[in-house]
């Protein structure tokens, strides 16, 4: 059986099938199919509109396309709601659960949890990055070296 990746997405959005999106962002997750990364980018808008931060942050970890400075930073902009979880929390984990946070997430993450407390912060920014969960670079290091105490770690990023 042969199926025409162009014209596949279309077909189930235009097809009568209950949880049409769903199943094409599915799709999105595994394939390169032409006309999904529409639908996942409504889903993903969808999702932030009705702050569902979970969610979302699984939207954006499932796709590449996301991974952007621009995701992360709708996450940040609606920093802590009383009694609520952090958003920009849900995306990190997400992430994490999947692969290693880019270069920009990877700074983002140590400012976030050092600024937060310094001394639990670097703590677990040594775990992530015995963990490979974080990406090291010269700012993440700078940033480091800065911000913590921790003189050794900073050298290790």
Same mark, same amino acid.
């Given at each position: ?30 394939? $390169?199919?032409?006309?999904?990364? &529409? ?7 969808? =999702? !932030?509109? +009705? %702050? ?44 994490? $659960?999947?692969?290693?946070?880019? &270069? ?7 400012? =976030? !949890?050092? +600024? %937060? ?41």
């Amino acid at each position: 059986m042969n199926i025409d990746k162009n014209s596949f997405v279309d077909y189930v959005n235009s097809a009568n099938i209950p949880n049409s999106q769903d199943i094409i962002a599915r799709l999105a997750e595994k394939t $390169s199919l032409a006309g999904c990364k &529409d639908v996942v980018m409504n889903k993903f808008n969808s =999702l !932030i509109a +009705q %702050q569902m931060w979970a969610e979302a942050a699984e939207v954006a970890a499932n796709s590449p396309d996301l991974r952007t400075k621009e995701t992360l930073n709708q996450f940040i902009s609606n920093g802590n709601v009383q009694g609520q979880r952090n958003p920009v929390l849900y995306y990190f984990k997400a992430i994490m $659960s999947k692969v290693s946070l880019n &270069d920009y997430e990877s700074v983002c993450l140590a400012k =976030l !949890i050092i +600024q %937060q407390d310094r001394e639990k912060g670097t703590t677990l920014l040594n775990n992530y990055l015995n963990e490979n969960k974080i990406t090291c670079t010269d700012e993440l290091g700078e940033f480091v070296s800065q911000n913590s105490n921790n003189q050794q770690l900073a050298q290790q990023i």
